[in-house]
């Protein structure tokens, strides 16, 4: 029997959020799912699991839109095949079912597979890629590989799931120049800017977005992301689904041009970044200037417990801040002082422009939670747990008062 073409049928998804933004990457998915830039086959469902967000009944073309837009995610599989499996010894026959021809345009490439084994099967986990590489006939390879699959028994179910990104998407690719400190990750950023904005009164209009400490910029950039409704699949970087056969060019073509004309012709508000140090000022202004819309930024360059800044733009200002920690504090700083220091300053920035500063700041520990919310001292704060780079960390919004 001939097989069902690939956009003919619905097909299933699974999203993988930034560490602990599973709540912002469902209710982004669910929007992106239900405004989409064309008329699809199917009306997608979408789900919020355990630790992933589902989304099933879905056209293989608006899988792709999902994929290009959504900024809070760090990956996207889709299920390419999935059946009961209640004995080792069954699992071979499934396995000689995976539609590769749909995946792999030539299965010399080596590809990379993670297999796991959950539950109620003895056989090792090794066995299971062992089994699928040699049935398929195709190389398993730790780094480098383009195409990325996963292999997972699990509740008496064998499932293969395909990477559509392949490289992580936090991996945006807008960044010509990097600077030396790891830098919060994309999909984190645009977490915090969503869950801080999910906070306002809708009538609370951005006009200016503060970013002091600004690093190589991520929170600057997430945020002209998050406001011109634009996505990853705007820049430069591939994506693997990009090599898969059965993706029609035209499809990614056409929602490249669309995402790229959002972040250049969306209405968004200025950005204002701050950074004390030099080589990271240059590095930014070199950054923005390939990417950000003239006019509509600018680097003030010095210590942010100095500045004066003059927001003149109509509107209230998101201040986003990402303080230094860790190694990035100077030898003689106490992270506690300097975060009671920052929220007393910026209690001074509520006071001189009464009931237009909002914004989040992100706290690497409990004492700086504490001493940051004791200088800021106003009622109006709320805080969420997430983790980056495995420490657990705070990020606390706070409204005008
Ligand atoms: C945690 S990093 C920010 C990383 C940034 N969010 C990114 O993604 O690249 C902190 C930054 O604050 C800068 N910085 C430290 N003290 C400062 C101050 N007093 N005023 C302005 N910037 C400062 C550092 O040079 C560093 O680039």
């Known amino acids: 029997m001939a097989k069902v073409p690939v956009t003919a049928r619905p097909h299933t998804f699974y999203i993988r959020p930034a560490p602990g933004w599973l709540y912002e990457c469902y209710k982004e998915v669910a929007k992106v ?19 992933t967000v589902k989304v099933s009944r879905c056209d293989w073309r608006q899988g792709l839109e999902i994929l290009l837009r959504l900024t809070t995610a760090h990956d996207i599989e889709w299920l390419i095949l999935e059946s009961g499996c209640k004995q080792w010894s069954e699992v071979d026959a499934i396995l000689k079912r995976v539609p590769w021809e749909e995946v792999l345009a030539n299965k010399n490439e080596p590809v990379h597979v993670t297999s796991d084994i959950f539950r109620g099967f003895t056989t090792g986990s090794a066995k299971l890629r062992e089994n699928f590489c ?21 509740d008496e179910m064998l499932r293969i799931l395909v990477s559509l990104g392949g490289e992580p998407l936090y991996k945006r690719g807008y960044k010509t120049k990097l600077i030396a400190t790891a830098p919060l990750p994309e999909h984190q950023a645009a977490s915090m800017i969503r869950w801080i904005l999910s906070g306002l009164k809708p009538t609370q209009k951005i006009g200016t977005i503060f970013v002091p400490f600004a690093g190589s910029g991520t929170l600057g950039f997430e945020s002209r992301l998050v406001f011109s409704d634009s996505g990853p ?59 950000l819309v003239p006019g509509k930024w600018e680097i003030i360059p010095g210590d942010m417990f100095e500045l004066k800044p003059n927001f003149t733009e109509d509107g209230s200002v998101l201040v986003l801040l990402n303080p230094p920690y860790g190694n990035r504090l100077g030898k003689n700083t106490s992270i506690g002082n300097l975060y009671e220091k920052l929220g ?37 704060t709320q805080t969420h747990h997430f ?15």
């Open 387 to 401: 983790t980056h780079g495995g420490e657990e960390m705070r990020l606390v919004r706070w409204f005008s008062e």
């Open 33 to 51: 799912s239900a405004t989409p830039f064309q008329k699809y086959k199917f009306e997608p469902k979408v789900v919020m699991l355990k630790s």
């Open 134 to 154: 040699n049935i398929g006939g195709v190389t398993h390879v730790s780094e480098g590989a383009a195409i990325r699959f996963k292999v997972e028994l699990r």
């Open 344 to 380: 007393r300053h910026l209690r001074q920035l509520l006071d001189a422009y009464p009931g237009r500063i909002v914004g989040g700041c992100i706290c690497p520990d409990e004492s700086s939670w504490k001493r940051f919310l004791s200088g800021l001292n106003i009622s109006s």
């Open 233 to 291: 699949g705007a820049f430069l970087r591939q994506f693997s689904c990009e090599l898969f056969p059965v993706t029609p060019k035209p499809t990614i073509e056409f929602l490249r041009r669309k995402l790229k004309e959002k972040w250049q012709s969306g209405v968004t508000p200025k950005i204002v970044f701050n950074e004390i140090n030099e080589e990271a000022v240059q590095i930014l202004n070199e950054n923005s200037q390939e990417i």
